[in-house]
């Protein structure tokens, strides 16, 4: 279990702090096929799903904490239902943005409206293995069967993966030995499919390199003409990871890829010195995550939250980064 980051911490430092440690690790722990039973985060009394964004921030709590059942709600809900968390334990922070400069009623043409900008409302939530409570057997049962009576079999998410890939608009090349994406010509590259352990890891690389893709000049525009080893290239690989990972979640699959150490040391020195980095690229990740398999349920700009908490402090929305470039090698 990896301990913590300090309750005194800000939210945005908390999220920081707790990926550094995980990635110093010497592994990326969200690289995994999907298991045997494994279902989606939800909320444990009513199993909505956690949208946006979200299911990225859920994971990495599940990893510090080394738990399984994805499974969590509010201190609030907690209480309501008879439950309360464990002493001493820590929530996990997920974000709910809030819209600002909106007005409904406004009668001003669109194009003389203020820009729509978002700052993230933090929500603490709880994982049920830290929660107690006599009701709590009974509660989490009933959400187990649940899941597992929504679960679809290997052949049908696979399947499904094919045909969300195969729409995706970039054309796909089969050949040799590394997969990439090349902007210039706008087209992934990837190794055939027997080069592969297994189906699920072929579709999590085309999914890290669709969303290399996103990032096409045509479409949300970032910077990709960093080199290897450069602050561009590990943002925008870490954009694709985490991209990836949510591609994963949402077609059931995992994200079950090889680890690249040298990623690893690029993302921990670039968390290291620019920790304001990480909320972008959280969000630049599940913009490119919905372009691919939108998230129907999320009808807000910046990735909607599960609002079950008390969360009071906000991370406000930092820019994009803009323009285009050479071909990203994975």
Not at 9 to 21: D, F, G, M, R, Y
Not at 112 to 125: M, N, Q
Not at 145 to 160: D, F, G
Request: glycine residues 8%; hydrophobic residues 35%; proline residues 7%.
């Amino acid at each position: 279990m990896v301990a913590l980051a300090s309750a005194a911490a800000s939210p945005s430092q908390t999220l920081v702090a707790n990926l550094i440690a995980l990635l110093q690790q010497g592994t990326a722990p969200w690289r995994q096929p999907w298991g045997e039973g494994q279902s989606q985060h939800v909320n444990l009394f009513t199993g909505r799903p956690y949208r946006g964004g979200n299911p990225l921030l859920l994971t990495l709590g599940q990893h510090q904490r080394g738990v399984s059942d994805p499974y969590w709600c509010g201190y609030g809900e907690a209480r309501r239902h008879g439950l309360m968390p464990r002493r001493g334990c820590k929530a996990v922070i997920i974000l709910k943005p809030v819209v600002l400069n909106e007005s409904n009623d406004s009668t001003d043409p669109p194009s003389d409206r203020p820009p729509r900008r978002a700052i993230f409302r933090t929500v603490p939530v709880f994982n049920v293995a830290d929660l107690v409570g006599n009701a709590l057997p009974s509660i989490l049962d009933q959400r187990r069967s649940a899941a597992a009576a929504q679960q679809r079999s290997t052949p049908e998410r696979l399947e499904r993966a094919e045909q969300v890939l195969n729409a995706w608009p970039v054309p796909c090349r089969h050949g040799g030995t590394q997969a990439a994406y090349d902007p210039a010509a706008d087209c992934i590259l990837l190794p055939c499919r027997d080069q592969f352990n297994n189906a699920a890891g072929y579709y999590a690389t085309w999914a890290h390199e669709a969303v290399h893709s996103t990032g096409h000049r045509s479409r949300l525009n970032r910077d990709m003409a960093g080199n290897f080893g450069s602050d561009q290239y590990a943002r925008e690989e870490l954009i694709a990871e985490l991209g990836a990972v949510l591609i994963g979640t949402r077609l059931e699959i995992g994200c079950d890829l090889s680890n690249h150490a040298a990623y690893l040391d690029h993302w921990i020195r670039l968390l290291k010195e620019q920790p304001g980095i990480l909320i972008p690229v959280l969000q630049q990740a599940r913009q490119s995550a919905d372009l691919i398999i939108p998230d129907h349920a999320s009808d807000d700009v910046a990735g909607q939250a599960q609002s079950t908490g008390d969360g009071r402090r906000t991370i406000r929305q930092e820019p994009q980064a803009v323009l285009t470039s050479n071909p990203i090698t994975d």
